[in-house]
């Protein structure tokens, strides 16, 4: 069954702290994996996408890695702000990305 | 930069209406997509639409409908509105030969069905 599950379901950190989200997916043929940001009130907005080539790839704090063999991405945040607190979605494209499957996302709580 | 807008951010309808949510976009895309999202799950795709008047259906059509008469439009329609569909409703729009590219989403409706 094709499935993309990330962890954790909350989190809560500090200002200034790092942080990791996981996603792990079971999706054939894997195309892509683009994580979203999405804020309260606010529809999900593409933060980064990796192919299957790709291992690292930055935008600014935020760095997504992948690692096609285990079929596992992660999401590192650098240093947190208090925008950062958000949700964040993991969506995995295949089937040559003609279909994708959305996480049900984590939701990250910065605290000052 | 890509705007899609969505008619309504919040709704309150009864049992039964008939219940209308419109999204425009304003990029000329091809491919316009009807999700709803509920707590705990991830987004889930109601409809899609690669082109004026031609609609796919997604993982849980029922209950809905989608109305697609001009490129820029995706109308979607509760036939005959239930409390169970009480959500966020989220429009999303994409350019259909750039596989690698984001869908661009509204920032949602927000509808209560009492």
């Known amino acids: 069954k094709n499935q993309v599950e990330q962890s954790p379901q909350s989190l809560i950190i500090l200002e200034g702290k790092n942080c990791t989200l996981q996603?792990?997916?079971?999706?054939?043929?894997?195309?892509?994996l683009r994580w979203y940001k999405q804020d309260t009130g606010r529809g999900p907005v593409s933060l980064t996408i990796?192919?299957?080539?790709?291992n690292t790839k930055s935008n600014g704090r935020y760095t997504a890695t992948l690692d096609a063999d285990t079929k596992q991405s992660s999401l590192h945040i650098t240093a947190s702000q208090l925008s950062d607190s958000a949700s964040y979605i993991c969506?995995?494209?295949?089937?040559?990305?003609?279909?994708?499957?959305f996480g049900s996302g984590t939701r990250l709580s910065i605290r000052p | 930069d890509v705007k899609v807008t969505q008619s309504s951010r919040y709704l309150v309808k009864r049992t039964g209406e008939k219940v209308f949510l419109e999204c425009v976009q304003d990029?000329?895309?091809?491919?316009m997509f009807w999700y709803r999202q509920d707590p705990g799950l991830g987004l889930r795709l109601i409809y899609f639409?690669?082109?004026?008047?031609?609609?796919e259906k997604g993982d849980i059509p029922e209950g809905y409908s989608v109305s697609r008469e001009k490129k820029e439009r995706f109308s979607l329609i509760l036939e005959s509105a239930s409390t169970n569909q009480t959500s966020m409703y989220l429009c999303?729009?994409?350019?259909?030969?750039?596989?690698?590219?984001?869908?661009?989403f509204g920032d949602g409706t927000r509808l209560s069905i009492l």
């Open positions: 999303a729009s994409k350019r259909r030969d750039r596989e690698n590219q984001p869908q661009h």
């Open positions: 996603c792990n997916y079971t999706v054939s043929p894997f195309s892509n």
């Open positions: 990796m192919t299957f080539s790709e």
């Open positions: 969506v995995v494209s295949y089937s040559s990305a003609s279909k994708i499957i």
């Open positions: 990029m000329d895309h091809e491919n």
């Open positions: 639409s690669y082109d004026v008047k031609m609609k």
